[in-house]
């Protein structure tokens, strides 16, 4: 007892602990200001039809933030619907949306009602509609369609995604997005798959000259036909003579202070610069091991399986090889023999949409991503890509872009645990030929 008395009583004592309380809390603080935030975007469609005749498929997407600090994560923005494509399953409806102006709050219901009106203009459309979605609206969607179509017979219904008929036609459209980095806004437009759009007048920005638009770090050719939807990111050259010459806005591509002296959207990048990037090795699952898919009503037909999310997104079970499972589990002969007598549901457009995006970044020359590849096998996926971030430095080369559109694409999918985990991995290293070689970076010393 006296030592401890003696202890507390040394001012050596009070010193370490007085350091220690204020490193413990200098340490909370860092950690609570140290936020890192990201985007989700989670894929949905709306059906619309009318009898047995589907007639219209609205794909888009739900966005927020998400937010991650000390000691966890937290949605920190509001919730949108952004609508990313549209496809029209009669030909004799095509012009539906001709000249039709979508922007980043159009209203869903608005679409719809757009696309009605012109199909009873037209006489090609019954008057009992069925709108079908994976995502549930609220009762504002629903009054507006029904307050404007006050006559018409209109079932609406949300969960699984299946409509009988079968089209002979299909048309999709495109959202093409403008971005004018700061200048003025240019509306969202629709275009029909394979047509080329028509380059907008030029936005303006203080103090600066628009120079052109440009896709993936690339100017943008406008009699490029459109296969996919797609933002256009304006480029910009300050003007010399400018008074408005603030730090915020000193590149042509409103590139981060740190990005400066490393590389601009239309200049090489200075390798002399010693640019710290992380290079990622993503290895998500072997059909033996792990693998993805796209299931709609796992848990109707394996209702004691234990389903868990993972980082919000995809959903995770575990499976077994055979039929000598535990009850949380699901087994892989069991999955086969679902698939095979149609009890296990696949949303094949979400599917679909998943093998779109790998195929454009394993068949495109893209920046920032590279090695893409996957595997199918009766709707089971697995893959492997590489990419490379730089570490918060703005720059079009980022490989993040690419990797987050990949992670979206799977987000409606459900992960199968197996008996092994993921090989993914990654590494810090000082950018170098090599790397900008493999990234198809443009890259130069000087």
């Known amino acids: 007892m006296s030592k401890l008395k003696s202890v507390l009583k040394s001012k050596k004592f009070w010193i370490i602990f007085i350091v220690i309380i204020l490193l413990f809390l200098t340490f909370i603080i860092f950690q609570v200001d140290r936020e890192k935030k990201e985007t989700i975007k989670n ?102 369609i029904k307050e404007h179509f006050n006559d018409v017979n209109i079932e609406f219904s949300y969960g699984g995604l299946s409509y009988t008929g079968d089209p002979q036609d299909s048309l999709l459209y495109y959202t093409i997005t403008f971005d004018t980095n700061g200048g003025s806004p240019i509306d969202s437009i629709v275009v029909a798959d394979n047509t080329t759009i028509e380059k907008p007048s030029d936005p303006t920005k203080e103090g600066y000259t628009f120079i052109y638009w440009e896709l993936d770090g690339e100017e943008y050719d406008f009699t490029t036909p459109v296969t996919e939807e797609m933002t256009l990111t304006a480029v910009w050259k300050e003007n010399k003579n400018s008074s408005s010459n603030n730090s915020s806005n000193n590149t042509a591509n409103n590139n981060s202070n740190n990005a400066n002296n490393n590389t ?114 009766n709707h089971r996926f697995s893959f492997s890509y590489d990419y490379i971030s ?38 810090n290293k000082t950018l170098t030929e090599d790397l900008c070689n493999k990234y198809n970076l443009d890259c130069d010393r000087w």
């Open 264 to 377: 601009t959207s239309s200049s090489k990048i200075n390798l002399n610069n010693n640019i710290s990037v992380t290079e990622y090795h993503v290895n998500d699952g072997t059909m033996d091991c792990f693998y993805y898919m796209f299931v709609t009503n796992l848990k109707e037909v394996f209702p004691s399986a234990d389903i868990t999310k993972i980082n919000s997104n995809p959903s995770e079970v575990d499976f077994w090889y055979n039929k000598d499972r535990q009850d949380y589990e699901v087994s892989t002969e069991e999955i086969n023999e679902y698939l095979n007598n149609g009890s296990l549901k696949i949303n094949t457009s979400a599917e679909n949409n998943f093998k779109k995006v790998l195929n454009k970044y394993k068949n495109g020359n893209y920046k920032g991503i590279a090695n893409v590849s996957y595997t199918e096998e």
């Open 43 to 144: 894929p949905y469609e709306v059906w619309v039809g009318d009898g047995d005749e589907l007639e219209l498929i609205i794909r888009f997407w739900e966005e927020y933030d998400e937010c991650s600090s000390f000691p966890g994560t937290h949605i920190c923005s509001d919730k949108t619907l952004k609508i990313y494509e549209l496809e029209i399953l009669h030909s004799n409806l095509a012009d539906a949306f001709s000249g039709y102006s979508v922007g980043d709050k159009t209203a869903i219901s608005e679409v719809i009602v757009t696309f009605l009106d012109y199909a009873f203009a037209k006489d090609t459309i019954e008057e009992e509609i069925k709108i079908i979605s994976d995502y549930k609206f609220d009762t504002d969607f629903e009054n507006t």
């Open 390 to 427: 730089f570490n918060g430095l703005n720059v079009s080369s980022n490989g993040e872009t690419a990797n987050k559109e990949i992670k979206n694409a799977l987000s409606s999918s459900t992960r199968f645990n197996g008996p092994c985990g993921s090989a993914s991995h990654y590494e």
